[in-house]
């Protein structure tokens, strides 16, 4: 193996998420003009002194040939990001072979003090109120004007985004006045640690903006608060919890364990 090669090696058989880069639309073959992105997962299978070698069932692949494209890949310990063009090699039978040939070296997005895998749980997110301070200003919150990170920096109990309160008996539960102009959107995560998650993204998420989660693991849910850390152009959003208890990091963990086990079960009787 070339030194070349031997920068890419970590990404293989790792999965990715490939995005067109910011502002590059992507062309319909019948010539009618740009199609909507939708997000494409594939998997790394190989890599040599100039591109890595990816495969597919996602027929959108196809319209990406060609097109600089920005590849997430979920390591263990981290998220890289390789930017680079996209050939594809094999149109039919799928799956759909792909290389990427990379301007640069991998990115660390993030490093993680958290297990994470992906999984789609259905969650609910809970937005401030149109208008409100909390939306007009969504990096409203912790700093020097805001100590306690609360969104109401003089105590006046002005516009606060949903978030977990204690009810009577000690649960908790979303602050969510039904007539308070917050709005739910129910969407799903693509992935999930004790520390935050990415989501399909929903109508007026901004990056900076603090929202309530309310999170389905199984037959149990959670009630949560985050921080909104990106919007991306591919349709997907991260979050990071904001004041997660133990319990509720206990049982989020437990989850991603259970679903990690689970996969490594299914490979082993393929």
Same mark, same amino acid.
């Given at each position: ?23 590059? *639309? ?149 602050? *969510? ?58 349709? *997907? ?34």
């Amino acid at each position: 193996m070339t030194e070349a090669s031997r920068r890419f090696d970590g990404l293989v058989n790792v999965s990715a998420t490939l995005a067109p880069v910011s502002g590059e *639309l992507v062309g319909n073959p019948d010539g009618s003009g740009p199609v909507p992105w939708q997000p494409i997962r594939a998997n790394t299978v190989g890599v040599t002194d100039h591109a890595l070698r990816l495969e597919t069932t996602e027929p959108f692949a196809l319209l990406l040939d060609g097109v600089t494209v920005t590849a997430d890949f979920r390591e263990p310990d981290r998220i890289s990001r390789l930017t680079g063009r996209l050939e594809v090699l094999i149109r039919d039978p799928p799956p759909y072979v792909l290389a990427l040939r990379p301007v640069g070296e991998p990115e660390d997005l993030q490093r993680r003090n958290w297990v994470r895998t992906g999984t789609v749980n259905p969650v609910v997110l809970i937005l401030p109120p149109a208008g409100s301070v909390a939306d007009a200003h969504p990096d409203h919150g912790a700093g020097s004007g805001d100590p306690d990170g609360s969104g109401d920096p003089d105590g006046s109990g002005g516009d606060r985004p949903a978030g977990p309160v204690a009810s009577p008996d000690g649960r908790p539960q979303l602050a *969510l006045v039904p007539d308070d102009g917050a709005e739910a959107y129910a969407t799903e995560t693509v992935d999930l640690s004790a520390g935050g998650m990415r989501v399909v993204s929903v109508p007026r998420l901004t990056a900076g903006m603090r929202v309530g989660v309310l999170l389905t693991l199984g037959d149990a849910e959670e009630v949560l608060e985050a921080t909104v850390l990106e919007v991306r152009h591919d349709g *997907l959003a991260r979050l990071s919890f904001l004041h997660v208890s133990e319990g509720a990091s206990t049982r989020i963990t437990k989850h991603v364990y259970d679903v990690m086990m689970a996969a490594r079960r299914a490979a082993r009787r393929r």
